[in-house]
């Protein structure tokens, strides 16, 4: 089981980013794929979880509004583009496989990548 993200970087606040996640080794057709993120000295907050159909999707409302979550099926991605950025959006993005496919218990996870940081500075 993969999960690899990138897309981190640098950015001022008001810009944004795209994440990617690229998966394999676990059948997409059953699991949701959800990202979390991790500032230093702060607890995990899950970010958004799209659901296997893409017909569910969930934001934390700290995002909503400015982030927005897609998959293509063609490259085994999932994206999180993020945009309006602000000073607290700065962390560490890891996506996350969720063993289900409507984003039940999207919070508890079963694989993880291994995380992409993001920076927001000007």
């Known amino acids: 089981v993969q999960l690899v993200e990138s897309g981190g970087g640098l950015a001022q606040p008001g810009g944004s980013l795209r994440l990617s996640c690229e998966y394999s080794?676990?059948?997409?057709?059953?699991?949701?794929i959800a990202w979390f993120r991790q500032a230093p000295w702060a607890e995990r907050e899950g970010v958004s979880c799209?659901?296997?159909?893409?017909?569910?999707?969930y934001y934390a409302n700290s995002v909503l509004g400015r982030f927005t979550t897609s998959r293509d099926n063609v490259k085994n991605t999932v994206y999180l583009q993020m945009d309006n950025l602000k000073p607290e959006d700065a962390a560490t993005y890891y996506c996350?496989?969720?063993?289900?496919?409507?984003?039940?218990?999207?919070?508890?996870?079963?694989?993880w990548g291994q995380g992409t940081q993001v920076t927001i500075s000007s």
């Open positions: 996350a496989a969720v063993e289900n496919r409507d984003c039940s218990s999207w919070r508890s996870p079963r694989f």
């Open positions: 080794g676990f059948p997409r057709n059953y699991y949701a």
């Open positions: 799209l659901s296997v159909s893409d017909s569910n999707t």
